[in-house]
């Protein structure tokens, strides 16, 4: 009889132990089967920078883009919201492949613009800085590129206006930006400028770049925001009162759309607010923004957006891959401090960029790694085309799931 029961309570030990087991493993771990290998495709994707890097040498400029005749186009010298993503993803690159070539082709080319750490007049220095100077920092800890950082984290902080609780995005005394009758217009990407912020007051030890940081997140939480957790590209403030005056766009389908590279800086933007300050309300954000993301109706199966989801002419409309690319990064983060798995996304994600679809062939494309990507389709600039910052994103996407899961 004895023997018998024990029998019985076999199975039930098993069960027991297994999910005593499983319980300690990671969800990567337990999904271990579900891991793309991406090393044939970062392979690929060093083998076309390696030969963007020898046509920019021939010019010693930074690519940004491809002109309508297809030719490369270069980025802007005096100063362009772009110019870091290059030497960042070269930056990428020597992390990936530990070859000393790929720092110094970073170095040489963040120096072209090491001079624009003093302009106070454009809100990207933390998009500049921090994807070039910064990710060499954070993979050297170079005391000059943190000095560099510091100077352009003190440039950007000029743009503060504590009674707005914001750093302003455009100036609107000049360009098409002065026809708009905005006063102190704050965009959506502008979350992207705080990880400058957050990383300068870390490795200080000042607070005081980190509570601009915070402050410019909360305000923009209150205000960017609707219902379904999308989110509007340009709210306009009162500089005097800190007063919404209106909620726009600049670069969407129009102002209640709801513009998918913007929906990709939220997300990007609130994942690295909970990075630096563990604030779970920026954590909520960013899950809700996801969520927003991956089951909107105008997805298309292969996760790649449109433009704006809400574009007039879905499916007939140009996809946007540099939003993809930004969305891929964030959520392999944000895959870190969530009990919700993105895995599936992030795979699908990655095989479609990784496809023929949107992967250029080697030695076209400009060199460009990734095509198919929207600039400003109401600005009629940069539309089906490559961005170096689709190519930026992906590429950080790709390091960090190889470091990530492998
Ligand atoms: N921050 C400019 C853009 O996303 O186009």
């Known amino acids: 009889m004895n023997k018998v029961k024990y029998i019985f309570l076999i199975p039930l030990l098993i069960v027991l132990l297994y999910s005593l087991t499983s319980k300690s493993k990671t969800k990567s771990e337990i999904l271990r089967n579900d891991i793309i290998d ?19 040498d021939k010019e010693n400029r930074i690519p940004r883009t491809v002109t309508e005749n297809g030719d490369m186009y270069w980025a802007n010298s005096k100063f362009d919201w772009t110019e870091g993503f290059f030497p960042g993803s070269c930056w990428y690159m020597y992390e990936y492949t530990n070859n ?23 809100h990207d220095l933390g998009f500049v800085f921090n994807c070039s100077f910064g990710n060499g920092y954070r993979i050297t800890e170079d005391e000059v590129f943190k000095q560099v950082l510091i100077e352009a984290a003190n440039s950007l902080s000029t743009r503060f ?17 002065s026809k708009r009758n905005w006063k102190f217009p704050v965009i959506i990407d502008n979350m992207m400028n705080l990880e400058l912020l957050f990383l300068v007051s870390e490795i200080t030890g000042n607070p005081k770049y980190k509570k601009i940081a915070i ?39 129009a102002d209640g759309s709801s513009w998918a590279r913007g929906q990709a800086w939220g997300l990007y933007g ?4 909970y990075r630096y300050t563990k604030d779970k309300a920026y954590l909520e954000q960013a899950q809700k923004i996801a969520k927003y993301i991956l089951h909107n109706n105008a997805i298309p199966k292969d996760g790649i ?33 969530t009990s919700q798995s993105y895995l599936s996304t992030i795979n699908n994600l990655i095989k479609s960029l990784a496809s023929n679809d949107y992967t250029a062939p080697i030695d076209e494309n ?26 930026y994103y992906y590429l950080e996407a790709l390091v960090r799931y190889q470091n990530r899961y492998w």
């Not at 000393?100 to 090491?114: G, H, I, R």
């Open 100 to 122: 000393e070539d790929w720092k110094v082709t970073a170095e040489k080319y963040q120096a072209l613009f090491e001079s624009h750490k003093y302009i106070t007049t454009n």
């Open 38 to 56: 991406v090393v044939s495709i970062l392979k690929k994707a060093e083998q076309q920078l390696s030969l963007q890097v020898l046509q920019a």
């Open 161 to 177: 206006n504590s009674s707005v609780g914001c750093l302003k995005s455009w100036d609107v005394n000049g360009g098409w930006q």
């Open 270 to 273: 609130y994942t690295v607010c």
């Open 215 to 253: 402050a410019h997140a909360n305000t923009t939480l209150a205000n960017h925001f609707r219902e379904n957790n999308s989110s509007y590209h340009v709210v306009d403030y009162d500089p005097e009162t800190g007063q919404v005056r209106s909620k726009q766009t600049a670069q969407g389908f």
């Open 305 to 337: 957006p449109f433009w704006d989801y809400d574009a007039d002419n879905i499916p007939n409309e140009p996809r946007d891959v540099s939003a993809a690319a930004i969305t891929l990064s964030a959520l392999i983060e944000l895959d870190e401090y």
């Open 366 to 391: 400009q060199n460009f790694i990734l095509m198919h990507s929207v600039g400003s389709i109401p600005h009629n600039n940069e539309i089906d085309v490559p961005l170096n910052y689709a190519d």
